[in-house]
């Protein structure tokens, strides 16, 4: 007596030690979809007539009784990701079925995940590992979301397959130690170099601040900006006095402007007055990204 359990995710996938036990008579359980049972060689008429048992569901009533009898019990091994593709194919029936997912774009769901975000950093720095769990699930949960939404473009469609691809894709590229036939512990200062050097070939970049997320908050932002321009050699004496310090207070001699809002203006204004004279210098033959500090100051005085 011997009961099969096969994974409810692909079903189709027979365990190989269990195919011995499958070519004769078998019973089912009732939620084993019907185009998976015309698969077998036949079925059974009466509940418990037949000496193996076929399942997708291990909590199954039918299951747990042959298992107490003490029966055989051949399953598919689970495997990394298994959950995954459970997750996948909830998502695709929220959207389905659902009408609130069903509602959704890109652009609604910009706030939660936003906020998720932030719930997830806070998860971080507490410390707290079921809160840290339960926080990249929401992440995961956007990550779906917006990949099942873009399933339903006119143009440009993709799934979340191809955003998995993609990444394998970039991160194969980006880290030569996984193909180059290394075994041993990569070494840290080489592995950023060729990350460096192959997302530089990857992104032809006219400014050292393409890539930057502009709608960051605004002291990340400044971070951000001021650190791209010190590495393409920007001077320290050109970066302003604004940047340096935050004011922090009731004064209102902005035009009621926040902290936020007048450090986001500055940035704004450096990022701007960096691209322009990143474009002089081009006129005159420099390479974006290896600007000197001279044809830095050059170039900033013109603008």
């Known amino acids: 007596m011997t009961v099969v359990l096969l994974d409810p995710v692909r079903p189709t996938m027979v365990p190989a030690e269990a195919v011995e036990f499958l070519s004769g008579v078998v019973e089912f359980t009732e939620e084993v979809p019907v185009r998976i049972r015309w698969l077998f060689s036949g079925t059974a008429r009466a509940s418990g007539s037949a000496a193996v048992l076929v399942s997708t569901d291990p909590s199954n009533?039918?299951?747990?009784?042959?298992?107490?009898?003490?029966?055989?019990?051949?399953?598919?091994?689970?495997?990394?990701?298994d959950d995954l593709i459970a997750a996948v194919v909830l998502m695709d029936r929220l959207r389905t079925i659902g009408g609130w997912e069903a509602q959704q774009t890109h652009a609604s769901l910009s706030g939660y995940l936003l906020e998720e975000t932030y719930e997830l950093l806070d998860a971080i720095h507490s410390g707290n590992l079921v809160d840290l769990k339960e926080e990249l699930g929401d992440i995961l949960?956007?990550?779906?979301?917006?990949?099942?939404?873009?399933?339903?473009?006119?143009?440009?469609?993709?799934d979340v397959d191809d955003v998995a691809a993609g990444l394998v894709a970039k991160l194969t590229h980006r880290t030569p130690h996984l193909t180059d036939g290394s075994t041993g512990p990569i070494d840290v200062a080489a592995q950023e170099k060729a990350w460096e050097e192959k997302k530089a070939a990857e992104k032809a970049r006219g400014s050292c601040l393409d890539g930057i997320a502009m709608a960051q908050p605004a002291l990340a932002l400044a971070q951000k900006v001021v650190?791209?321009?010190?590495?393409?050699?920007?001077?320290?004496?050109?970066?302003?006095?604004?940047?340096?310090?935050?004011?922090?207070?009731?004064?209102?001699?902005?035009?009621?402007e926040?902290?936020?809002?007048?450090?986001?203006?500055?940035?704004?204004?450096?990022?701007?007055?960096?691209?322009?004279?990143?474009?002089?210098a081009k006129v005159h033959g420099a390479q974006p990204g290896k600007l000197t500090p001279m044809q830095w100051i050059e170039n900033w005085a013109r603008r």
């Open 141 to 158: 949960l956007q990550v779906l979301f917006h990949s099942r939404i873009a399933q339903d473009a006119d143009e440009g469609r993709f």
């Open 61 to 81: 009533p039918e299951v747990l009784d042959r298992i107490r009898r003490g029966e055989r019990v051949v399953e598919s091994p689970k495997l990394p990701g």
């Open 258 to 280: 926040s902290a936020e809002d007048l450090l986001r203006r500055d940035v704004l204004d450096f990022a701007r007055r960096i691209r322009g004279a990143e474009e002089l």
């Open 227 to 256: 650190a791209r321009a010190s590495k393409a050699g920007l001077p320290d004496e050109l970066i302003p006095d604004q940047l340096r310090t935050v004011h922090i207070g009731a004064d209102h001699s902005h035009g009621g």
